[in-house]
């Protein structure tokens, strides 16, 4: 568990769960057999499950160069801020092994411009930003190292594989934190979970971020009930996290987005749990839009309301939730369902993707691979690793 | 406007607006061209707009006794508490007009027991419940007169058929009311609205509750927008309201049920209008599910949230809000539209129809054909009448 124990210790006092609180009886190492996979990189190739198609039809995309990568992210045929960012890499990844390059300079310019096109295809998420900046800082280090253009297209798309890897890591950390968490709160019960949007196996390398924290407290044979909100628009409730929870024979119920405050009411719900795409210096969140609505109502029940994301999702940049870029998506999501039109001809939509939660209702937490910390403690843990 | 004024000049005191105000430009007199039927009483016959083919085809259907009308409120062909109420009791008057009784005794037997039956079609609206014991007593008194039986079926018909011009009265009633209550606290800004499932000509013999509200604010040219949400699982938003609203091109536009949050963050908000399937004596109002989380996020942030609802719609008889017994519906209208799946195969749902807002989130107050109500004001009101 490397560099999380250290950090778990470093973080024990000021956050609200750490790896030596040996709480859970199943150990980090044995959290997660690998199921669903939504993204693949074999011998050089990158496929991507179709999540457009999903739960009726099971069909990778073969995503050739970079035009690709930011096809499928665009159409939303992989979703998710993690899953995003790797996708986008991997695409990068797959072109440079597939290109010749005259010399480095080619080569650095090359990575440069595809990563600047990538990040265009979807706003709100920052990983795939930060991933960007991270692999354009490290394309110069190489590209001022004497190697050569194999070497360096090498590295480069070992870089990007490797995100794989790490954010499956990174997830159970997060699941693993979680549980604690809203275990140590629950005594002996076993919880009942809500959570929103697909944050799981579809959305990530693997494990998945608050679907994580659900998966893990089921492993840790903990999970009374879990229920997931549709998602409307695009129903990545009904149709991804539903598949999984199914896939996987967790004890699930679906509801529509309207539903969590009478939930709430009616049945005994110990956590929300949510994604974000995109957590701010202040701890406001930008996530699937509903999430800030989720959000008013648990505050309103007092359910703790948990943000779990990898610290990839933090952008230190941004100072308050209103200058985080909302993308808004075409009137089609939301008025036809599978070419069928659903509503009225003729009536105006307003198709925000996300919305921003302020800080101060997200009570439970924010759970990332360091641990759970309140808010306002991200500014100094981050700036502290 | 009758028995109206009456009520009105009672309770100017205690209630937030009444006809005797003046603050709208057109009278009540001059409200509402009649547009949409959802129900027709042509020549003995009854006919009901077909609501699930809604908005792509519209379809009368010919309702010819009471087991037709048990279906299509069962079936929500026709839904809406005041419109239930209405096709019930004229699916009544149709089979007694075309049956052939042999005496009092018979005819008195067969109009309880089919009463008893049709409010068995749907358990949470309490306006058939109330209209079939008014209609019951009213037989037993026509029994006990000495009347043929010929006449006895003629009275109780047009009993029935009266309901449908009284309920559109009520309609535009409600409508001024509300208008005046909204337009006040708005100063001299037009108001943009927010409206949850169909409360309009659809849901009643006419003009609608909450969305005759917002039809009489256009109607004074004071709309600057009108927000509906899509209303899952049925979708009476999205296929029904935005119809209405597009039918009478009012400013528009559409929203999903967990946007709502969102939109009052980004937009003036000036009122959320709400219908009810029973309201009860302290003011808690059963409504279609979502209701209840439109309400806490009204509060949140400080929207003025209305129901707006016919006297026949209150039940005193009830004390509290879990005593309101909410129908659960088959999963299938959640995982289904249209006949295509949309949610993952294996997943279980949770689909109540309705949910209970408590009376303190109701705090713009409960709008009737008397006036503007607080909910703690509602018993007094209406036993003084």
Redesign the interface.
Same mark, same amino acid.
Not at 229 to 233: A, K, L, S, Y
């Given at each position: 568990v490397g560099e999380s124990s250290v950090a778990g210790a470093v973080l024990q006092e000021q956050c609200c769960s750490s790896l030596h609180g040996l709480h859970l009886p199943l150990p980090l190492s044995q959290l997660g057999k690998m199921t669903l996979q939504a993204i693949k990189w074999q011998d050089n190739q990158l496929y991507v499950l179709d999540q457009l198609l999903?739960?009726?039809e099971s069909q990778y995309i073969n995503v050739r160069d970079v035009k690709d990568g930011w096809q499928v992210i665009s159409k939303m045929q992989v979703r998710g801020a993690p899953a995003i960012a790797i996708v986008g890499c991997l695409s990068l990844a797959v072109e440079l092994i597939n290109t010749s390059f005259e010399d480095k300079d080619e080569l650095l310019d090359t990575i440069n411009k595809k990563l600047d096109y990538l990040v265009t295809a979807r706003p709100t998420a920052v990983n795939l930003q930060k991933a960007a900046e991270e692999l354009k800082a490290i394309s110069k280090k190489l590209y001022e190292d004497n190697l050569s253009v194999e070497d360096m297209v090498k590295l480069v798309s070992s870089w990007c594989q490797k995100m794989l890897d790490d954010d499956i890591n990174t997830n159970k950390k997060i699941g693993w934190f979680g549980a604690e968490s809203i275990l140590k709160s629950a005594g002996g019960r076993n919880v009942q979970l809500l959570t929103h949007c697909n944050t799981g196996s579809l959305a990530t390398a693997g494990y998945g971020t608050a679907l994580g924290v659900i998966r893990s407290i089921h492993e840790q044979g903990r999970l009374a009930q879990a229920?997931c %909100?549709? %998602?409307?628009?695009y129903?990545q409730g009904?149709?991804?996290t539903?598949?999984e929870?199914?896939f996987e024979k967790m004890p699930?119920?679906?509801? =529509?987005?309207?539903? /969590? /405050?009478?939930?709430m009411? =009616?049945r005994k719900i110990d956590a929300v749990l949510v994604g974000a795409d995109r957590v701010i210096r202040n701890g406001d969140t930008a996530n699937k839009?509903?999430t800030?609505?989720?959000a008013?109502?648990a505050?309103?029940h007092k359910v703790p309301f948990y943000v779990c994301a990898p610290t990839t999702s933090i952008d230190l940049n941004l100072g308050e939730g209103k200058d985080i870029p909302i993308e808004e998506r075409p009137c089609e999501e939301? %008025?036809d369902?599978?070419g069928?039109?659903?509503?009225?001809?003729?009536?105006? =939509?307003?198709?925000?993707a996300f919305?921003v939660t302020p800080a101060e209702l997200i009570t439970g937490g924010i759970v990332t691979e360091l641990g759970v910390f309140k808010p306002s403690e991200l500014h100094t843990i981050l700036q502290a690793q």
């Open positions: 999903l739960p009726l229920y %909100t549709e %998602t409307r628009p129903n009904a149709r991804l539903a598949y929870l199914v699930a119920t679906l509801i =529509c987005d309207s539903m /969590a /405050a009478a939930l009411n =009616c839009i509903g800030y609505q989720l008013v109502t505050k309103c939301m %008025t369902i599978a069928i039109r659903i509503a009225s001809p003729g009536i105006s =939509c307003w198709n925000p919305d």
